[in-house]
């Protein structure tokens, strides 16, 4: 699985849109793009994933880059529970071997 | 309610004694993991499995056992338990390798 490469934190305000980059250069043409969240030291939480267009669904936005080399999250209205730790992951569709998580990012909502 | 099931939460153990983390799920999934969580190294897969009777190891598997004899449990067994197996762990569970991940709460092992 391709490797990604994510900012190790950021803060967002309240009531603003959170963006969070995913770098991953080296995906290939079969790999999906997956999201997850983990708050505090609870199970990870799927919020979202796609392979070349851009998703949406009730939590978030993902935007991949045509050349599918970096993706954003988008959280369009963060509260101050979205602050987590976000992993950005590059998996192949059908695998065995699962997730790669990194190190993700860690955001912080500010009120 | 649909859930993955991880016991006990926190445990406390010393060197060398068997301990087995069970992970069970109401889901039907075939698919199960485990992964492991440490401060700056992100989650790490241990073992995955495919199905009942179906194993593989992950990027971390050495000191670590797992079996699948039925499709909604996949215990995790530390057969010498050492200092550095100290970590978080998680069971997670899809309904096939390309669907998203549940997963369970989290066993926080001690080895001392």
């Known amino acids: 699985d391709a490797k990604t490469t994510q900012p190790p934190s950021m803060d967002c305000a309240e009531g603003r849109a959170a963006n969070l980059p995913c770098n991953h250069s080296t995906i290939s043409g079969n790999e999906y793009v997956y999201w997850y969240r983990q708050i505090h030291s609870q199970g990870p939480q799927y919020i979202i994933h796609g392979l070349k267009n851009n998703e949406t669904n009730e939590m978030a936005s993902l935007i991949i880059t045509e050349d599918r080399k970096s993706s954003t999250l988008i959280l369009p209205h963060a509260t101050l529970r979205d602050t987590a730790v976000y992993y950005c992951i590059v998996r192949v569709f059908y695998t065995g071997n699962q997730f790669y998580f990194g190190t993700g990012t860690s955001l912080t909502v500010i009120p | 309610e649909a859930q993955v099931t991880q016991n006990p939460r926190y445990l406390i153990t010393v060197t060398g004694k068997k301990l087995t983390v069970t992970c069970s799920q109401n889901m039907n999934h075939e698919y199960m993991s485990w992964y492991r969580q440490d401060p700056g190294l992100g989650l790490r897969q241990i073992y995955y499995?495919?199905?009942?009777?179906?194993?593989d190891k992950g990027d971390v598997p050495e000191g670590y056992k797992v079996s699948r004899k039925e499709k909604r449990n996949f215990p995790l067994i530390l057969e010498s338990p050492s200092p550095n197996q100290t970590s978080l762990y998680f069971c997670?569970?899809?309904?096939?390798?390309?669907?998203?991940?549940?997963f369970g709460n989290g066993t926080r092992l001690t080895v001392t």
């Open positions: 997670a569970s899809s309904s096939s390798p390309d669907s998203p991940l549940h």
């Open positions: 499995s495919m199905n009942v009777e179906v194993t």
